[in-house]
C-alpha cells in the first residue's frame, strides 16, 4: 500500500505530464506534424555548440576516474567559484564559492532550500499563476502553500492580499520572474515595493522570512526588458537557478542555489541545504555538467527563435479574437479562456489537435497556457486551427 501523502499526489498527477501524453497518442494517430503540442515547457532549441565542445573536452582531457566521481555534496570548488565571479561581474555582487550549492536544476535546488527551512506548518507564500509543483515541492516538507490570487489585469503580484497574508508562520516567500506561465516580468518597482513589505513584516513578527527567487527563466528576455536581481533588494534572498532553459538542457539536470551572506544565519542554511543535496538523494549535482556549465557561462541559447514565436502566436492570437497579455519573458502566453470553465476550453481545443494547459494546474481558473517553444511551423500551421476553434466558440 502506498503512503496517505502519495495517494492525494497521484490523485492530482499533473495535468500538463497528462496533455504530454496526449499529444504522443495523438501523434501517433495523425503523425506528429498534425499536432500542436503546447503543453511543455520543453525548449525546442538546440543547446549552444559551446556545449557539446565543452563536454568532449572534458571527456578527453580529464581523468575519467575524478571526471565520473563523486564531487563534494555543494559541488567542485572551482566550478562553484567560477558561477560566483560570474554572478559578481554581471550584477555587482560579491559571491564567493561558499554560497554557492550546485543542484539537480532548479526543481533539486528548491527542494534543497525547502527542506532546509521548513517546519511542519510552516507557510510558503505564492503568487497566482505560478508553477504548480510549488505546491509539491511545499507538501514535501509538510509546509502549507498560502496562494495570493492573481492580478488579471496585469499579472503583476497583488502586493495588499500579500501584505494581509503574511503571518508569524510565513518562512518563505517565492517569487518566478520571466513567470511561467504569464511570461510576465516583475517590475523593478514591484519588487521593491514587496521587499518593503517583508522587511516590516519580518521586523513586525521577530521572524526570518526569506525570499526565494527561482529564475530558470532570467536569459529569455525580450525587447531588452531588465529582470532585476533580488539579492540587491531584499537581504534575505536565495536564487535559485537553473541551465534547463538557459543552455536548453532540462534532461541534463544541473542549476545552482546562491545562499548569500546577508541572508538571516546564512552559515547554517547553507551547511544545512549541503546536507539537505545530500540526503535527499541528489547527493551531488551531475559532475560532468557542473564542469561543462562552468565552462559554459558566457554562452547563450538564441533567444531570437523564441521571440518569432512570440510575435506569430501572439499577434496570431490576437487577430483570431483572443484575449491575451504580451509576454516579455520565457516561452509561455497565458491566454483569458473564452468561457469560465477553461477545461472545457482545452477539451474543444483538442478536437483541432491543439494542446494547451488548464490554468488551474497554476492556481488560476479560467485561463490557458501554452508553451510556445516549439517548431516556428508548429505555430503557423496552427493559427488557422485555432482560428477554427474562435469561430466555434463564436469569439471572431
Ligand atoms: C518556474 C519553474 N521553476 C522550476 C522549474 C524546474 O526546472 P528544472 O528543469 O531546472 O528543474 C521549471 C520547469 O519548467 C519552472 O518552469
Known amino acids: ?37 503546447f503543453s511543455l515547457g520543453n525548449p525546442n532549441v538546440a543547446a549552444p555548440a559551446a556545449v557539446k565542445k565543452a563536454i568532449i573536452e572534458l571527456l578527453e582531457e580529464e581523468d575519467p576516474v575524478v571526471l565520473h566521481g563523486y564531487s563534494s555534496n555543494s559541488g567542485y570548488e572551482e566550478v562553484k567559484q567560477a558561477v560566483a565571479d560570474s554572478l559578481n561581474e554581471r550584477f555587482g555582487t560579491s559571491f564567493a564559492a561558499k554560497n554557492i550549492i550546485m543542484t539537480v536544476g532548479a526543481a533539486g535546488g528548491l527542494n534543497v532550500i525547502l527542506k532546509t527551512l521548513l517546519n511542519p506548518g510552516d507557510e510558503v507564500i505564492v503568487f497566482a499563476p505560478y508553477f504548480g509543483e510549488y505546491r509539491s515541492y511545499t507538501n514535501n516538507y509538510d509546509g502549507v502553500l498560502v496562494e495570493i490570487s492573481p492580478n488579471t489585469e496585469t499579472f503583476q503580484p497583488k502586493l495588499d492580499e500579500f ?52 529564475e530558470p527563466y532570467r536569459e529569455l528576455a525580450y525587447d531588452g526588458v531588465e529582470v532585476p536581481y533580488l539579492t540587491k533588494y531584499y537581504a534575505n534572498t536565495v536564487v535559485g537557478y537553473s541551465y534547463s532553459k538557459s543552455l536548453s538542457l532540462p534532461g541534463e539536470r544541473i542549476g545552482y542555489l546562491v545562499i548569500p551572506d546577508e541572508v538571516a544565519d546564512s552559515k547554517d542554511v547553507i551547511a544545512a541545504a549541503i546536507v539537505a543535496n545530500r540526503i535527499l538523494g541528489f547527493v551531488n549535482a551531475p559532475t ?15 533567444i531570437s ?55 488551474s494546474s497554476f492556481g488560476c481558473p479560467g485561463y490557458v497556457r501554452l508553451a ?23 469569439v471572431i
Do not use: H, W
Request: contains cysteine.
Open 1 to 37: 500500500m502506498i503512503a496517505e501523502k502519495m495517494k492525494g499526489m497521484v490523485a492530482n498527477s499533473s495535468a500538463i505530464r497528462a496533455m504530454f501524453e496526449e499529444g504522443n497518442r495523438l501523434a501517433k494517430i495523425y503523425g506528429r506534424e498534425n499536432v500542436y503540442d
Open 163 to 214: 501584505e494581509q497574508k503574511i503571518t508569524a508562520k510565513t518562512k518563505a516567500v517565492i517569487v518566478n520572474t520571466p513567470n511561467n506561465p504569464t511570461g510576465v516580468v516583475y517590475s523593478e518597482d514591484t519588487i521593491k515595493k514587496l521587499a518593503a513589505i517583508m522587511e516590516v513584516k519580518q521586523k513586525e513578527f521577530g521572524t526570518d522570512i526569506y525570499l526565494i527567487s527561482d
Open 288 to 302: 560532468l555538467q557542473q564542469k561543462m556549465v562552468a565552462k559554459c557561462l558566457n554562452e547563450k541559447t538564441d
Open 372 to 394: 510556445y517553444c516549439v517548431a516556428y511551423e508548429i505555430i503557423v500551421n496552427s493559427l488557422p486551427k485555432f482560428k477554427e476553434l474562435a469561430e466555434e466558440i463564436g
Open 305 to 359: 527563435y523564441y521571440d518569432r514565436n512570440r510575435e506569430t502566436l501572439y499577434n496570431g492570437l490576437k487577430e483570431c479574437g483572443f484575449n491575451c497579455i504580451k509576454p516579455e519573458g520565457a516561452f509561455y502566453l497565458f491566454v483569458k479562456s473564452p468561457f469560465e470553465n477553461e477545461k472545457q476550453f482545452c477539451e474543444m481545443a483538442k478536437k483541432y489537435n491543439l494542446l494547451i494547459v488548464p490554468g
